[in-house]
């Protein structure tokens, strides 16, 4: 038996002092009775061998109290410790809890503002493609336009073209009926001329007198054309 044990246990020592103390009591007894009575020392060994039983037995039942107290303390010190690391498992978790909170809400925070910034950015570029789509339609109007006068000055240029060589064509003919009517009108030609000639030579120098006209006009048209076209290229730069 520990000194633990026992300083855990007073009862038990008071009661072996007092079975102790009995058994003395007993021997003297014993001693005085000796001469007296021998069935009564007889007693007294049986009744100090049953008390002497008991005493053994409390102290087994004694002795398993001790033990499951130990084997209880164990068990409660292995719960405590278990407690103390389960604990600080607990802490360090909140812990790291409260730092994943922490960076979600940084983390939320600068999503916000990258938001912020991307609807700040979006709108920009919403503005840009509408003036992008304004300027284009406006090029596009100007090339259209200008396409329309480019046009419009390579069929002039060729209606002037085909105009001069109109011309060209009418002063020969004109210059030959001329020369004939010319004939006729002095009487001494040997060649067969008559008033049909100067008929035709006022007809061709009449289509010729037109042609002229159409080309001086047209001429005039292209002109306005080519200065169109110059004020719009000016206006580009």
């Excluded at 020392?41 to 039983?53: E, H, K, R, V």
């Excluded at 209880?72 to 909140?94: D, F, H, S, V």
């Excluded at 700040?120 to 503005?127: A, E, F, M, P, S």
């Amino acid at each position: 038996m520990s000194t633990k044990s026992t300083s855990k246990n007073p009862l038990l020592l008071s009661l072996l002092a007092l079975i102790a103390g009995g058994a003395i009591g007993y021997g003297v007894g014993m001693k005085v009775e000796q001469n007296s009575s021998a069935p009564s020392l007889q007693a007294c060994q049986q009744q100090l061998q049953s008390q002497t039983d008991q005493l053994q037995h409390s102290t087994e039942q004694y002795q398993a109290l001790v033990t499951k107290n130990e084997q209880q303390q164990q068990q409660l010190t292995q719960a405590t410790t278990e407690l103390a690391t389960m604990t600080a498992l607990a802490e360090k978790q909140k812990k790291d809890f409260a730092k994943q909170l922490a960076s979600l809400a940084q983390k939320k925070q600068q999503l916000s503002v990258s938001q912020q910034k991307l609807e700040v950015t979006k709108k920009k570029l919403n503005t840009e493609v509408v003036k992008l789509k304004t300027t284009t339609n406006k090029q596009q109007v100007v090339i259209d336009k200008s396409q329309q006068y480019f046009k419009r000055q390579a069929e002039m240029k060729a209606n002037v073209e085909a105009t001069q060589a109109q011309i060209v064509e009418l002063t020969k003919t004109t210059k030959g009926f001329k020369k004939t009517c010319d004939e006729f009108k002095s009487g001494n030609s040997w060649n067969w001329v008559s008033q049909k000639d100067c008929d035709n030579y006022e007809q061709q120098l009449g289509l010729l007198k037109t042609q002229q006209a159409t080309l001086v006009s047209q001429q005039q048209a292209l002109t306005a054309i080519n200065k169109e076209i110059g004020n719009k290229e000016i206006s580009k730069k």
